[in-house]
């Protein structure tokens, strides 16, 4: 935990409960090359990365997401292999290659805001 300079006053530091947390797992494929590609797209990581990614399934592909962006993801690879959401607390045993997300669109628009 940090230290926080407080001149003197009490100031608690409490955790943001985010609520459960998600993972995507891959459980197998079928066509590999198929695969790899579709992660190459979604995912920010080179086409190497990808087909290394596949040949060593199960493992979880990407962690910390909230259930709809991960269902989302699922929903975007889901002809391509078995994908599947698992809460992050369930998916600790497995490989863990977590791959980037590709930044497509800014969850939250910053709104203008006029200066007098």
Sequence with gaps: MRKIKTKGLKIKVRN????PRYAIVL?????????AQALAEIFDCNEALAEDVVKKTPLVICRDLD???????????KGKGNFQVWLESAAGKLRQMNLKQKNEDPAIPTPHIRKH
């Design 16 to 19: 943001v409960d985010r609520g």
């Design 27 to 35: 459980n197998s494929t079928l066509d590999k090359s198929s695969t």
């Design 67 to 77: 259930q709809s962006v991960a269902s989302n993801y699922v929903k975007r690879l």
